[in-house]
Structure formats: structure tokens, C-alpha cells
């Protein structure tokens, strides 16, 4: 596109205009200069208006499209959104093609497309009719038509705007009968939004995707594979290694079984009929190379469906619409949970399922590859009879000792005067002593003919046990909550982050780790020590994890930067001296004691002196009523009743024997909380 130039030659028009006082540009509010929810000015050309419409609620809403001198070779606007009562709305003016609006006090928001504005009821409007403002410097005043608001306007405003309307490329404003069918379409206009499971030939819809491959660009165009997780029997079939292979209808709808080992290319996923390729032209794809990224959710609105040159598979396709002035490619912001769309958390949610059946199918093909899947079905189908047949005289066996077990429970919790304060679940569960939920599992098999015993690793298994804290870990309350950088699944309100679920592979000291929006967790452990020690050893003691739901659970408290928010810390302070006493006190004091003691050693000063010696029989009294931690610190906590699961972490190994979970790694035991509440 030739740069804009204007028609008079006048000495005027080469002067750079500023801005009246108080007004910001269109570009600068666009690139986030202004922060959501902050009030202000604009003064633009209009080049879209969509005409009222109804709400879901009581309201109408109409949208004014605007774009001024520092956006005028821009594709996109900065769009307005009013939202009044119907008997209100009729008194908002309506602009026509290239007014000039002058807007005072609305409010930046963002949404899923991206920044724009919406007016408030202090919001005013003043327009300026296209056809009356004269030529610079003659103040624009008389083509000011009735505003809408309380504020007032002065001569800076009226002489800006006849240098912005003269002097401003209007390539992007449609002619008077273009913007008028663009307008009454806009009061017809219905959701053309559908999945890419219901997209057929011929077909113009808006969908939102996941861009699953990099845009490649073409020169003249750009070519990107998008998916949202749902399944067309019109687009093609990716298997494991990354060949198309034809439908089969064997039940393998992700394609894992179709290989094909001469395919050149390696498709990361999603597999099966999943996934649909879209060719964006110009003015669309040089948006599409610069702004949207692998991984990224975007909407494409009023993208054409139709065979490819094959004959055989959908593709979109998005040639530039004249008749369609909106911004058809929007990278969508899933950080935001209140405002995120719901569709795009609906396809979210789906990219988490699919995840998670991806990883089973993977799982069951390579059980069958090895004839595990096969031997185990043989095993359950020859003992399945037999089973059947002793399955009640079991299950009554069971009931009887459980009885007998919760009632012994019973008893002892009350004569051990368990923590009123400290609540879990699965209360009907027998207890387990801690020693035996440490103790490692040992797994019995035949190996060549011969009985071997093996020590797992780990084992799956929850437990309700009775202990009380002896130490923490961080040692300051501070550092009980931890950051990670927000991503696309936080929008699901059921979704909790697991690190333990991670691969291990990903590069965590990449600098992308540490950008984007803050997301606090807490993230902190608790050593738990058995409630009738048989010794002071570290057997009768463990480590468990409280993660970040579980932390929730506990406290009560949602996780924030406790640095910064003194409030949130006294109250987990408050809360976690239910569970463990004077133990903070008392570890803040001996640590200050080891302190002063390193000093006075460095100090070469004599240790104090020995305390007077009392009675042995009192002594020795004290000494077996009261309890110590294993650094010698003696508490005051009572013990409590907890639910306690038992996992497996994969952690690094560098000894190729030792690495059972994978080339350089092994697997480690390791114990969580859960189920477990602090009562206020």
C-alpha cells in the first residue's frame, strides 16, 4: 500500500500535530501503555460500527471501531464497547463512515482478542461529521453534531481534529454503502461459531484452535496446522510416526498402529483426525507470521472450509474479505480466568483429556508389544471362576476384622488425646502404624523357575496414621509459597499443577520459565514422627510433601507472596500452631542459641555456666513427660490423626544400574498429606 498523501500542499500539513493534553494514541493504548481498568481519552476515525444488539442480560451493546494517524496502515482498530439500556442506547449517537469521535474517560479492558475499551457511565461521546469538517487550520467545531456526556471539549480539540481527519489515510474506511450493509448485517449477524468436528464444505465459520504446527510462510501466503481436540472424519489421519495412513476402523482412533517407515516428516500430535491445516493470504498472513506462535489459541473468524487438491480432506482457508472489517485472526489470552471465553476453556479441557488418553493408549500398545497386556487377560481370565467362588467368605472375613480394628482404633485415639483441632478424612480407615508405612515393600515372583524376593521402589497406597510434627521444611514461614509461570490449563478451575508429573526432559533453566504472569502455590514439607516412638531414631520419623491443594486444605488459605502480604502470613502462623505448637518458637530459639554460640567461640569467650543441679528423681520425671524433637528441642504439640499416600518421583541417576525409570533416572519413594484440615 503507497504511503497516504494528502491533497493539499500547504506547509501545514508537514507539521507533526500533537496530541491535545490528556489524550493518548491508539498505538500506545494497543501495546498495553495504559493498564487495564485505567480511564482514557481518545480522539479516532471510525471504520466499523456494529448496531445495537441484545445481551444476554438487560442490556444492549454496540461496538465502534476506531483508528487514528499513529494506526492509520494498520489492519487492525481499537474497538469501543457500549453497554446501555434499551431507552438509553437510542440517545448514544450512531457514527457514520469516517467520523471523527472524540471519547473522554472509558475504561482499557482486555479480552480474549486483545485491548480495548469499554465506556462507563461517566463515558462521553462527541462526533464529528465526515462530510462537514473543514480543511486545517479552520476549527472543526461546526461539524460537531449534539454529544453524548457531561464533559466539555475546547478549540485544541476542534483544530486537532480537522488535522486528523485531512491529513490521516482513509484507505481502511469503507465507502458510505459498504459501511451501511456492513451495519445492518451487524444486527442480523449470528454466531457462526462451531467445532472443528461439525465443519463441512463449503462452510464459513469462526472457530477457536490450538496452533499444534509453526506457521510456514509461503511468500504470498502462510500455511499453519491448527486443532481443537475434536474428531473429523474428513481430515487427515497422523499416526505415531507422523504418517497419513487411510482410515481403519479397528477401534485405534489416535493411529498409533498405522507406521509408515519411509514418512520424511515427525508430527508432534495431536494424532488421528484431530488436526486441520489452514492457508491464511494477505493481509492476514504477515499478521499470522509476526504475531502467532506454536502453542499458542487463537480465533480465526469467517475461515472458508473446503477440499483440499486431494479431493479427500477439509482445510481452511482465509483470503482477505473486504465486506468483513473486524481483525480475523486474534491471539486469545487464556491467563485470565474471569474473562477467559468459555469455549476456549471448554477446548482446553479437551487438550487435558486428550493428553491423558494419549498417555494410557501408548501405555496398553506397549504392554501388548511385549505380550504383557496378553499374559495378564490369560491370568485373570483362568482365575476369575475361582474368585468368584471365595468372594463373599472374604468379604464377611473382612468386615469382621475391620470391626475389631476400628474399635481398637478407637480406643487408643482417645486414650492418646489426639488434636481436637485436626481433622482428616477416611476416618472408618484402620490406623497404620508409621514404622509399617515405612517400611519398603517387598514383591514376591518366580524368576526361571525360582522364588525371588524383590523391594519395589515404591508403592500406591494411602494410609490414616497417627504422628505429630517435629520439624518443617522451608525453614521460614516465608518460603512456604513458591511462584511458577502461569499456563494455559490454570484457566480450569478443576486443574491443579503436579510437578511430580513431569517428564524431567523439559530445559528448566531457560529464562521462559521465568517470564509471564506469576503463579503462587504453596509448596512446603512437614517431618512427622510415629505417636508412641519405640526410640529417638529416624526410623520412627518422615518426610511428607504438602502441595499446593492440599496446603489449601490444610490451612485454609490460598497461597500468595507472603513477603508482601503480612496478613496471610500471621494467619498461616495462626493456623500451623494448631497443628504443631511452640515447634516454630522453639526452632527460632535454638537456632538463635547456636548462633550466639558460634560468636562466642570465635570470640574465644568461656561457655556459660552449668546450670544448678535439681533433684534425679524429678528430673527424670520431666525428662520422660516431655518431648523432644531430634535436635533436642522440646515441644509442646499434641498428636493427630492424618491421611497419608505413598508415590513414586522419577529423580536423576547417574549409575546405569540404579536408573530403573528410564535412561538417567530412577525411581524414589516418596509421602504426601492429604485429606487433612485445620479446623478455625
Not at 487495564?36 to 476515525?45: A, C, D, H, M, P
Not at 501388548?368 to 495378564?376: L, V
Not at 514422627?529 to 529417638?536: G, L, M, Q, R, T
Request: a positive charge.
Amino acid at each position: 500500500m503507497a504511503p497516504y498523501q494528502p491533497s493539499s500542499s500547504a506547509g501545514y500539513a508537514g507539521r507533526k500535530r500533537d496530541l491535545p493534553p490528556g489524550y493518548m494514541s491508539i498505538h500506545d493504548i494497543l501495546a498495553q501503555m495504559a493498564a487495564v481498568g485505567k480511564l482514557v481519552n481518545v480522539i479516532g476515525l471510525v471504520k466499523d460500527y456494529q448496531a445495537p444488539i441484545p445481551t444476554k442480560g438487560s442490556d444492549y451493546k454496540c461496538t465502534i471501531t476506531l483508528y487514528d494517524k499513529s494506526t492509520e496502515y494498520d489492519l487492525a482498530g481499537l474497538a469501543l464497547s457500549v453497554f446501555r439500556h434499551p431507552d438509553e442506547m437510542s440517545k448514544v449517537p450512531q457514527p457514520r463512515a469516517g467520523d471523527v469521535l472524540v471519547i473522554s474517560s472509558a475504561k482499557v479492558q482486555s479480552r480474549g482478542e486483545g485491548i480495548s475499551l469499554v465506556a462507563n457511565k461517566s463515558t462521553s461521546f462527541h462526533i464529528y461529521s465526515a462530510s462537514d469538517i473543514p480543511r486545517p487550520p479552520q476549527s472543526a467545531k461546526v461539524a460537531l453534531k449534539p454529544p453524548y456526556g457531561t464533559r466539555q471539549i475546547g478549540e485544541k480539540e476542534h483544530e486537532y481534529v480537522s488535522w486528523l481527519y485531512h491529513y490521516t489515510n482513509k484507505d481502511s474506511v469503507p465507502d458510505v454503502a459498504t459501511f451501511q450493509k456492513q451495519v445492518d448485517q451487524s444486527v442480523h449477524m449470528k454466531d457462526k461459531f462451531c467445532r472443528l468436528e461439525d465443519v463441512v464444505d463449503g462452510k464459513f465459520c469462526d472457530v477457536i484452535v490450538h496452533v499444534v504446527k509453526a506457521p510456514f510462510d509461503e511468500m504470498e501466503k502462510t500455511t499453519l496446522w491448527v486443532s481443537d481436540y475434536t474428531e473429523n472424519d474428513s481430515f487427515y489421519k497422523f499416526s505415531w510416526n507422523g504418517a497419513k495412513q487411510p482410515g481403519r476402523g479397528d477401534g485405534d482412533s489416535y493411529g498409533y498402529f498405522d507406521t509408515d517407515i519411509n514418512a520424511a516428516t515427525k508430527w508432534a500430535g495431536p494424532f488421528g483426525k484431530r488436526s486441520m491445516q489452514v492457508t491464511c493470504f494477505e493481509p492476514h498472513a504477515s499478521r499470522v507470521n509476526s504475531q502467532v506462535q506454536l502453542g499458542e489459541w487463537i480465533r480465526i473468524r469467517n475461515l472458508r472450509i473446503k477440499f483440499g487438491n486431494n479431493g479427500l480432506n477439509l482445510e481452511g482457508v482465509l483470503h482477505e474479505d473486504r465486506d468483513f472489517s473486524r481483525q480475523q485472526v486474534d491471539v486469545l489470552n487464556w491467563d485470565e480466568r474471569e474473562v477467559c471465553d468459555p469455549r476456549l476453556k471448554e477446548a482446553i479441557r479437551r487438550k487435558m483429556e486428550y493428553e491423558k488418553l494419549k498417555k494410557k493408549q501408548l501405555k496398553t500398545l506397549a504392554a501388548d508389544e511385549g505380550g504383557e497386556g496378553a499374559s495378564t487377560k490369560r491370568k485373570a481370565d483362568d482365575h476369575e471362576e475361582l474368585k468368584n467362588n471365595s468372594k463373599a467368605r472374604r468379604k464377611e472375613k473382612r468386615g469382621a476384622a475391620m470391626k475389631k480394628v476400628e474399635e481398637q482404633d478407637k480406643q487408643a485415639e482417645e486414650r492418646l488425646g489426639l488434636n481436637s483441632l485436626v481433622k482428616c478424612e477416611s476416618w472408618e480407615q484402620p490406623v497404620t502404624p508409621l514404622p509399617s508405612i515405612i517400611e519398603p515393600v517387598q514383591w514376591k515372583t518366580t524368576v526361571e523357575g525360582e522364588d525371588v524376593t524383590l523391594v519395589l521402589p515404591f508403592a500406591c497406597a494411602k494410609y490414616r496414621t497417627i504422628v505429630r510434627v517435629v520439624d518443617f521444611r522451608p525453614r521460614k514461614l516465608e518460603n512456604f509459597a513458591t511462584w511458577r509461570k502461569s499456563t494455559e490449563s490454570d484457566v480450569l478451575s478443576d486443574y491443579s499443577s503436579d510437578s511430580s508429573s513431569s517428564s524431567g526432559d523439559d530445559n528448566h533453566a531457560s529464562l521462559d520459565r521465568y517470564s509471564g504472569k506469576k503463579i503462587w502455590e504453596w509448596r512446603y514439607a512437614l517431618q512427622l514422627e510415629d505417636v508412641n516412638p519405640k526410640s529417638k531414631g529416624t526410623k520412627d520419623r518422615f518426610w511428607v510433601v504438602v502441595d499446593n491443594i492440599e496446603a489449601q486444605q490444610l490451612t485454609g488459605l490460598d497461597a500468595c507472596d507472603l513477603r508482601e502480604d503480612p496478613d496471610t502470613l500471621n494467619n498461616l502462623r495462626e493456623q500451623l500452631f494448631k497443628l504443631w505448637g511452640n515447634l516454630e518458637e522453639a526452632k527460632m530459639q535454638d537456632q538463635q542459641r547456636q548462633i550466639t554460640n558460634q560468636r562466642r567461640v570465635a570470640a574465644n569467650q568461656p561457655p556459660p555456666s552449668s546450670p544448678a543441679k535439681i533433684d534425679s528423681e524429678f528430673s527424670r520425671q520431666a525428662n520422660s513427660a516431655e518431648h523432644r524433637n531430634q535436635d533436642g528441642i522440646v515441644l509442646s504439640n499434641k498428636p493427630f490423626a492424618c491421611c497419608i499416600r505413598q508415590y513414586g518421583v522419577r529423580v536423576r541417576e547417574r549409575n546405569p544400574r540404579r536408573a530403573d525409570a528410564g535412561e538417567g533416572y530412577r525411581w524414589a519413594r516418596a509421602f504426601g498429606l492429604f485429606g487433612t484440615k485445620i479446623c478455625k
